[in-house]
Each structure stands twice: as structure tokens, then as C-alpha cells.
């Protein structure tokens, strides 16, 4: 029987953070949005209380309970969204003061997926206007090299980060934003595999790259020559009509060596903002099983525990829908039915034809998008114990 490693990712914006001072006051954390949130909805579950409380994860000895409770419960690693903003890191206490020097970091793995997305006024967003850049995180080449040698004077010599066939993992959440950012598809190869020497030099091996299929539709652009790049698609034979065949043509070109999914797509509303957990149950193996055909890349499975934005929106605006956080909200996401969830993932990790190298889940912390593992005052354990039932095996 095939046996994957589970990997939940970490949200880290649960400490007090310079920049975050800086934009909503002192002392703030993303904690204060999580205590705001009302219900939109009958029987929409909101607040959401942490049945640990509102605790500091810059702390050591509050991350060294993290550490325990996640390995004790089936998860083998943390990939930290990990942020680089205006030149330097961002969120950083989290990883560098808490988790790195808890007395028991080596008892779990840990790895980056880097987060270019701008941070946008989301704590909470106000109906209109939706979000504006708090920062910026387009990487020039000479950017990217100081994040590459950032993450390897920082992370990569530690015996606990992930490694994937040998390889140090490493994701990227925006592909198309960082092609474009970064000067083109030939710009972005080329720095790929500059980072890749640096690591090789450095006596570390090699670099298992990965990206989040999240924006397939800018990629096509890109390489239809709709955003004024490099002409790829003559190399090709024809336009490109699809997202697979944009990740399946980006995957070749720079070397990827996988293609994840980060938040499994939503079923159709029932009365917005409401859809029903059960609509992922009737949809999520058709998801996971096209992609797997699809790309000609390994793709990883994901389980999305949970969705629901909400809280990151201005409480007394009307809840429409007018783009993220103003988003449909999954409800009825009990233990067991995320229990059910993992059972599906776990079937189609374990068939042959299967190409995954790992199942992530998001997430292990995201409360205020309603994606979360920890513990919370209405369920307690369930979630993790759901997924240690599952995945006990593993």
C-alpha cells in the first residue's frame, strides 16, 4: 500500500508584527478579526473560538504544543506560508521565534511555499473599494536571488525541512504573477535555475520546485502573448485553450517538479452566500481525479478542510458577492464529514495510477478562512481526530 506524508499548511499571522502595527495599531494580530466575525446566516458557525485561546505563536513554548498536537495526530510537516513584502520578510516571527526554537522543532518537518501575493487591506475589507496593496512583492531577479539566499542561509540546512525524493521542497503560490514580475517565462527559467545552483553549491542537493495551480488563466494569457511576453506559444503549435495545458506548458519550460492545489474549488451556491460542505463531498474525487489525468507534472493532493472568509470582511457591510473576502461560504464542515473528506483523499492517494508525492491539507490554522485543524471550542479534537483516524495507517 502506498503511504503518503501528510503536510498541513501554517498560517502565520497569529503575532505581533511591525508592518502589522504599522497598518492597524499597535499590538495588533489577525486574532482581532477572528474575535469581530458574526454570523451571515442561520446556522452559519461564527465566531470561531480557539479552544487553546488567542495565543502568541512567536512563543516557543506555545508552538511546542503545535509541534505535539500535530504530530500525535498524523501530520508529518508544516509548509509555512512564508511572505517577503517591500524587500524583506514578513510574518517571520512565527517560523524564526517560535517554531524554529521550540525545544521539540525537530520533531516534526517543516518547508516555505513564498506567498507573492500583495497584502491587501483584508483585516477586515471593507465592501468597496474590495482590497488595496498594503505592500508590494514584485520580485525582480536581484529581488529573487535575495529571497533564495534569504531561505538558504535560514532554512535549508536545518535536518527537519522537507524533502521531497531527496529534494528540498519549495512552492510558489502566484506562477503567473511571478512571470510577469520577474520579466517573462524566460527570465523566470532563468532565475529558477540559478537558485537551483545556489543550493547545489552550497552542498544542499537539490531543489524539488513546485507552484499552486491558482492561476491558470493569466498563464494562458501570458503565453498567448497577451501580456506582452515572450513568445512561447509559437514553440508550441497553437494557441493555448486551457489552464492544464498553461501549467502543463509552464511545468516543461522551467522544470517543475510538481503542481499542487492550495483551496479546492467551491460548488455552486444554494442561496449566496451559503454551500452546503457536502457539494465538496459529491465533487472533490472528480477534482483531484482530472487533474491527476491532466498534468503531465506529479500533482499533489489537497484537502481543504473548510471555507469561510467572512470574518475578513467589514462586519456591518452587506454581504454580497463582489470578489474575495465576499465569497461563498461552505457550512454543515462537521469532524465527520471532513472525516469523509480525508477518506477520499486517502482512496485516491493509494491508487497506482496516482501521481501524488504527498497530501497537503489546508490548513492547520487558517481561522479566519475557515480552513482549520486546531481545536476549537464547538468540536474540540474532532478534526484531528478524524484525520488520525484515517490516515492511521500512515
Known sequence: MKKAEIYAYYFPNWHVDERNEQWHG????????????????????????????????????????????????????????WYWV??????????EDGFLKAKNCEKIKFALMLCNHDPISA???????????????????????????????HYFDKKNYIRIDGKLYFSIFSMGKFILDIGGIESAKREIDKFRA?????????????????????????????????????KQGGKVETDFEAFNIIAQILGLDSINTHTVGLPPAQEFPKTHFDGWLDSYEEFCVKRNNAYKTPYNLCVTVGWDPSPRTVQSDVYEEVGYPFTKIIYGDTPQKVGQLFEIAKNIYEREETTAKCIFIHSFNEWTEGAYLEPDEKYGYGYLEELKRVFKNY
Open 123 to 153: 483585516h477586515p475589507s471593507p465592501r468597496t473599494p474590495r482590497s488595496f496593496p498594503l505592500g508590494t512583492t514584485k520580485y525582480t531577479p536581484d529581488e529573487f536571488d535575495k529571497i533564495t539566499s534569504y531561505c538558504i542561509e
Open 86 to 95: 517591500d524587500g524583506k520578510p514578513y510574518r517571520k516571527k512565527c517560523i
Open 198 to 234: 545556489k543550493v547545489r553549491d552550497r552542498g544542499l542537493g537539490e531543489i524539488h520546485f513546485s507552484c499552486i495551480d491558482n492561476q491558470g488563466a493569466l498563464l494562458r494569457k501570458i503565453l498567448n502573448g497577451e501580456m506582452g511576453d515572450v513568445d512561447v506559444v509559437g
Open 26 to 81: 499597535k499590538g495588533w494580530t489577525e486574532w482581532n478579526v477572528v474575535k469581530c466575525a458574526l454570523p451571515k446566516f442561520e446556522g452559519h458557525y461564527q465566531p470561531r473560538v480557539p479552544l487553546w485561546g488567542y495565543e502568541d505563536e512567536s512563543d516557543p513554548v506555545v508552538f511546542a504544543k503545535k509541534i505535539d498536537c500535530a504530530t500525535t495526530y498524523g501530520i508529518d510537516g508544516f509548509v509555512f506560508d
